[in-house]
Structures are given as C-alpha cells and as structure tokens.
C-alpha cells in the first residue's frame, strides 16, 4: 500500500493528536519529555524489533525522510514545512531514512536486542568513523557523557547525499537516553 498523505503534524506514531514543539524546546533546544513522548512508538510496538524513532519537532521545509521510506511507514508530506507523520507498525527499522535525514533527527532503537542491551542506529557526521568493537562514549542529546556503547556495525553512505549510520549497543536503560556518540582518536590518527 503506498503512503497516504495526510497533515503529519496532527498525528504521532500512535495516532495521537500532536501539537507543535513544547516551549522549552524553542527556549533550550532539547525536547521536553512530553515532546518525546509524542514520538515514542507504543510499548506494544516496541516488543517487535527495531523501529524507527523520528525526533523532529519543528516545521521547516524538509521531507527527505518521507520519500527515503519504500515501506510507506513515513506518510508522503502535503506540505513540505509538515512535520513527518510515521505508521509504526509499518517500519521495520532498516534504517534508510536516518542516512537521508538532513536534521539526523531520526534514530532506530531496539529496546530488546540482546539481554539487558539496546541496540541504536543514529547518523554519524564526523571523521574518523567509529570501527566494529570499538567502545565509544555515550552522549546524551545535550551532548553529556552518560555512559559507553560498543559499535557493533558501521554503514557507509549508499548516496553521495547519505550520511553514515553507526549501530551501537548500549545498557537497555539507556535506550532513550543515548543520541550521539564521542570516539576517541588516537594520537597519529
Ligand atoms: S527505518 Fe526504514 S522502514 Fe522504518 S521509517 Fe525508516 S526507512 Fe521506513
Ligand atoms: S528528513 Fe529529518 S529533519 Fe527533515 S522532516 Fe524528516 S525527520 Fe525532520
């Protein structure tokens, strides 16, 4: 079935009403809890793999995530300044639309991927990339040091326009807590 398209900033991933990002978002830059909330695939969803998480809270014109889906799980924008409506139940985590994210503004997370650990796939714009194994620091989305991950695949771009997407594992307590990475780059590197 293709993608239907609607007025994404009504709707969440859940189908609840979503309305525009929480004022301390426009004051500090980082979503509230409520915003990421409205985010948050269901529990439910969330026993059945990897899905995408689309933490995109403010209209500007951009949809590339729209069109980088073949699954219909990201609806097609009738308004390019829209924010993106996602159906989760469609997504099986591939993670296409996080390379063609201009914003890096969408994660995969699964919550179960191993006993205890998370695994995440988040876009990753600097040089040197990370290597499989390697342990990295764990960032926050304001960039605070909140623990290690182990990089456990990195993705090069499959488009000029990609960015490279580095998997990661982490403590399953800190699924939604980790958004970036630091590595480390040895002296000579
Ligand atoms: S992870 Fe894959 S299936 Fe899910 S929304 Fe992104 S492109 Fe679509
Ligand atoms: S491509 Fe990224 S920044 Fe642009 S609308 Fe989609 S989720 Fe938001």
Not at 116 to 137: C, H, N, S, W
Not at 162 to 176: E, F, G, H, N, S
Request: hydrophobic fraction near 40%.
């Amino acid at each position: 079935m293709s993608a239907e398209t609607r007025r994404p900033e009504d709707r969440g991933p859940s189908g609840a009403r979503r309305p525009g990002p929480s004022e301390a978002l426009i004051r500090t830059g980082l979503p509230s809890a409520e915003d990421l909330e409205r985010v948050r695939p269901s529990a439910e969803r969330l026993t059945h793999g990897a899905v995408a998480v689309l933490e995109c809270f403010q209209r500007i014109p951009c949809d590339p995530c729209a069109s980088s889906c073949h699954h219909g799980a990201i609806a097609a924008f009738a308004d390019i300044n829209d924010l993106p409506s996602m159906d989760a139940e469609r997504c099986n985590g591939c993670g296409l639309c996080v390379a063609r994210c201009p914003g890096l503004a969408i994660f995969i997370v699964d919550e179960h991927h191993a006993p205890g650990e998370a695994l995440i796939k988040l876009a990753y714009e600097f040089l040197p990339l990370p290597a499989r194994d390697q342990v990295v620091t764990a960032l926050d989305r304001a960039g605070r040091e909140v623990g290690q991950a182990r990089v456990v695949r990195v993705q090069r771009p499959k488009e000029k326009t990609d960015t490279p997407v580095v998997w990661i594992t982490v403590p399953k307590d800190l699924a939604w807590t980790v958004r970036h990475i630091k590595v480390e780059v040895s002296h000579g590197a």
